[in-house]
């Protein structure tokens, strides 16, 4: 399978299903076939070859869901230029730092967010090329320097790129930093095509398959999820966000057979006035992950519909999305291992050492979970330091915990990085934690995740200061401004007394949780 390893390769794959419908953008009203998906894919790879970019540059995109962001991402791992897909929820600080961190030179962004980069223009001295994907009329002052439309009507049908090697970089992905500094995670074509051909199987698609997509286009799970697809000629119908009324009509209209999403949206539609016994009637897959299960919403998805199989993945981006895989057989097992997120997928190796020696523990035994395979990250983009804490031996930390059972079922314990869990999102409590503390006024601030019985967990903040002179509405504005919205406290403990330390002087976090368990 070796020369089959880049993503160019499937896309050719999919030229045998050239008549039928590829891609549904309900929000632009428009349908393409498979013909007319490639053609656009193939032309859109010339046009940012046309710009002066080579395969190793990076090309950052600020936009919405949308038919041209899938085609954007395909462009890209034809092998055409890198893609540097960037988190709409980040606050402005946090978009400089990544553009000027990977030293984009060009980014395509669509009309709602071209004001933030009119805006932040000045601070990005590698940035020569706006592109504007113009969604509508735009009464916008001419600050970008090319329309996207524009470029692909001068540019005639062409081959694709030629098909690049498994080892070349083939995205620049950012992740949460707990140091404050975002971590570019460069993955390979390689890594990207493996994790199609292992998902392949897993999901069980057949042919004729219609995935709708509503998560975000900035993740790797949703690149991941329009992948299992290619091989199969099935189609993605595209929503440009969630909305739990939108997205229980839409499965009913278009003939929906598989959805992602995390359990947080699940339970939205379920609760929305507009679901109803046939609102699954067509569904045949939920691929869930990003947050536990809770136990009482597997029971309504499965009083509700029980024709429909479940299947959850854990992973990172790190390992290009996918790690272990709890599947639709194991889901109808049922049993404890229901609590479990699966066992490695196909390829993968996992082991539980000590977060301390680095030693496999004991069955059963809580470690930190270790992963190798070869669809890991190359490097952190440019941080040497990190990238070698990180991948030790062909073996990549994942900074969270967990145990295997006798079956090699995994169950996560805490993160070991103090990450939370909010609707499906990564929030790093340091990073929360630093904008909090550079409050005037906040002495300490200890950032950890409490149980919601919507989000799964929401950020709680125990803030060190004078709750007469420091209110909730001071530091939700002010933290708001450093970061994105979505990491930004939800609740707030002020209070003059100490934070409680351990004999080192660390904080001690298990004491902030259980002081507010439920």
């Keep these: ?14 030229q045998m299903y050239e008549s039928e419908e590829a891609i549904v953008d309900l929000e632009r009203g428009v349908r393409f076939t498979y013909g007319e998906h490639l053609d656009r894919v193939s032309r859109l790879a010339a046009v940012l070859s046309g710009l002066g970019l080579a395969p190793t540059d990076n090309v950052a995109v600020l936009a919405g869901a949308s038919h041209v962001y899938v085609e954007l991402w395909r462009a890209s791992l034809a092998g055409a230029v890198m893609i540097n897909p960037l988190n709409t929820r980040l606050a402005p600080a946090e978009i400089v730092n990544i553009i000027n961190d990977a030293e984009s030179t060009v980014i395509v962004v669509d009309d709602t967010h071209l004001p933030i980069i009119e805006q932040l223009r000045p601070q990005l001295p590698t940035l020569r090329t706006v592109i504007l994907d113009d969604t509508a009329e735009s009464n916008l002052a001419a600050s970008h320097d090319y329309v996207l439309s524009a470029l692909m009507s001068e540019q005639p049908s062409c081959p694709l790129p030629a098909e690049p090697l498994p080892d070349a970089p083939a995205v620049l992905m950012y992740t949460g930093g707990t140091t404050g500094r975002g971590k570019g995670v460069v993955l390979t074509q390689q890594a990207i095509t493996l994790t199609a051909h292992r998902m392949q199987p897993i999901v069980d698609l057949g042919p004729k398959q219609s995935y709708l997509s509503f998560m975000p286009m900035f993740h790797i799970g949703a690149s991941s999820s329009w992948s299992f697809y290619l091989p199969s000629g099935g189609r993605t119908i595209i929503s440009a966000g969630f909305d739990p009324t939108a997205v229980n009509a839409t499965i009913s209209d278009e003939h929906i057979t598989a959805i992602g ?14 679901f109803d016994a046939t609102t699954f009637s067509t569904l045949q897959l939920i691929v869930y992950g990003g947050a536990p299960m809770p136990p009482a919403l597997l029971q309504r998805l499965s009083a509700a519909a029980p024709h429909v199989g479940l299947h959850q993945a854990y992973g990172m981006t790190e390992a290009c999305g996918v790690a272990t895989a709890l599947t639709q057989a194991d889901h109808r097992r049922g049993g404890d291992r229901l609590r479990s997120v699966g066992r490695p997928a196909t390829g993968i190796d996992l082991e539980i050492r000590s977060p301390t020696t680095g030693a496999p523990t004991s069955r059963g035994e809580v470690g930190e979970i270790w992963l190798s395979c070869d669809s890991l990250m190359v490097e952190y983009w440019r941080q040497p330091e990190l990238t070698q804490d990180a991948l030790v031996d062909g073996w990549y930390r994942t900074g969270d915990a967990g145990h295997l059972d006798d079956e090699g079922y995994l169950y996560l314990a805490d993160r070991v990085k103090d990450m939370i869990v909010s609707g499906g999102e990564n929030v790093y409590s340091l990073e929360v934690e630093a904008a909090i503390t550079s409050v005037p006024g906040v002495d300490a601030a200890a950032v950890v995740g409490i149980a919601d019985p919507v989000w799964g967990e929401r950020v709680h903040a125990f803030v060190t200061a004078d709750p007469t002179a420091i209110t909730e509405d001071l530091l939700d504005t002010e933290v708001r401004e450093q970061i994105a919205g979505y990491k930004v406290p939800r609740s707030w403990t002020i209070s003059m007394d100490a934070l409680p330390l351990s004999a080192t002087g660390k904080v001690l976090k298990r004491e902030l949780r259980e002081s507010h368990r439920p």
């Design 261 to 274: 999403a995390v359990p947080t949206m699940l339970t939205m539609m379920f609760d929305d006035a507009s």
């Design 1 to 14: 399978m070796g020369a089959e390893l880049n993503f160019g390769r499937l896309l050719r794959r999919a």
